[in-house]
């Protein structure tokens, strides 16, 4: 399974484009939309140039199909996929594939429980403190109503 045109604007709606190299909530430097490194393996860093929209879509799906994609259970569907997408796009391989919401989705993608595990991931490290970060509830709520969502 691929992420969906769906799954591509969601992480684009949270993330941003960002044409310039910029330092984001947690202090990582970022590019396009959310990207810490290019398709090469290298880091972003301010230095670096500019990319157009365009070319941070390709490095969006490219970087997602390369490094995330196989660590997405295979038993779900579009909607479960895609909000997983979002997820780990976001959290990084290392965090999900060791999750607890990976391992209820490999057991049984249709856990009513998962939804609860979407909020563990709504802190991030500002000052060296795990915080609530309000953008990150907002994304949870979103990807958790997309994996519940009926496909129709």
């Known amino acids: 399974?691929?992420?969906?045109?769906?799954?591509?604007?969601l992480i684009k709606g949270f993330e941003k484009f960002m044409a310039k190299p910029y330092i984001d909530a947690v202090?990582?430097?970022t590019i396009g939309?959310?990207?810490?490194?290019?398709l090469d393996g290298k880091k972003v860093t301010m230095q670096d140039l500019a990319i157009t929209e365009a070319q941070a879509t390709v490095l969006l799906e490219a970087i997602f199909e390369k490094d995330f994609a196989k660590f997405i259970p295979q038993n779900v569907n579009?909607?479960?996929f895609d909000a997983m997408a979002s997820l780990i796009y976001n959290i990084g391989a290392g965090a999900f594939k060791g999750s607890?919401?990976?391992?209820?989705?490999?057991?049984?993608?249709?856990?009513?429980?998962?939804?609860q595990e979407f909020w563990k991931w709504n802190k991030g490290t500002v000052n060296k403190q795990k915080v609530e970060l309000r953008g990150l509830t907002i994304r949870r709520k979103k990807e958790s109503?997309?994996?519940f969502k009926p496909i129709i």
Do not use: C, F, H, W
């Open 1 to 9: 399974m691929k992420i969906s045109k769906q799954g591509l604007e």
């Open 27 to 29: 202090g990582v430097v």
């Open 33 to 38: 939309y959310g990207n810490t490194y290019y």
């Open 78 to 80: 579009q909607n479960q």
């Open 100 to 115: 607890t919401l990976r391992k209820k989705a490999i057991a049984n993608p249709n856990d009513a429980s998962i939804e």
């Open 145 to 147: 109503e997309l994996y």
